[in-house]
């Protein structure tokens, strides 16, 4: 049963670090969409390149900031692999999206500084894209520019948080596995 489950969660990281990696190729290497607005006075692609964490935080060098997501990524994934006779499907999926979008970050971080010469493995910045300009009085409503690992990432929270009781796991039960 466990290598069933195993599709849940590996299925949706390979789907999203595809969409993730071939979307910001795409943008990287076409100019024209590289400043192109697509939903007048809401969405325009604003591609820039992000050498820090989430919403432009720069607490660290790049370089360690690589080592954190692929230490984080690794924890995350041996958590769910440790509690996955407990999983849910949807759980192991949303889990499967959080580590797809983080994996097409991390591949950023790891070959990005190489393919475009200005450094080294670890040392790559992040590709984003999306923006939102949609703002009240004229102060942006949502001011980060964000990519569709983000996008990912942050649905999969989402919906954890909302259904979280159909989502999460069930805690093992000590008397439940002692009287099996």
């Not at 990281?13 to 290497?29: E, F, G, H, S, Y």
């Not at 432009?56 to 690589?66: C, E, L, M, Q, Y």
Request: charge should be neutral; hydrophobic fraction near 50%.
């Amino acid at each position: 049963m466990n290598n069933n489950k195993l599709w849940f969660l590996f299925a949706p990281v390979l789907l999203v670090a595809l969409i993730d990696q071939l979307t910001k190729q795409l943008v990287r290497t076409t100019p024209s969409l590289q400043n192109l607005e697509i939903i007048p006075g809401w969405l325009v692609f604003a591609y820039t390149q992000n050498p820090g964490m989430a919403l432009g935080i720069d607490w660290f060098p790049t370089w360690a900031i690589s080592l954190i997501s692929i230490v984080a990524v690794a924890g995350i994934f041996i958590y769910v692999a440790r509690n996955l006779s407990q999983a849910t499907p949807g759980y192991l999926i949303c889990m499967g999206l959080i580590l797809g979008g983080a994996l097409g970050n991390i591949i950023d971080r790891l070959i990005m500084a190489k393919i475009e010469g200005y450094g080294h493995i670890l040392e790559g910045r992040v590709n984003d894209f999306l923006y939102f300009t949609y703002s009240i009085n004229r102060d942006p409503v949502f001011p980060y520019i964000f990519n569709m690992a983000d996008v990912f990432i942050s649905t999969s929270i989402i919906l954890l948080l909302v259904f979280n009781r159909r989502l999460l796991p069930e805690p093992a039960n000590p008397e439940t596995a002692q009287s099996a």
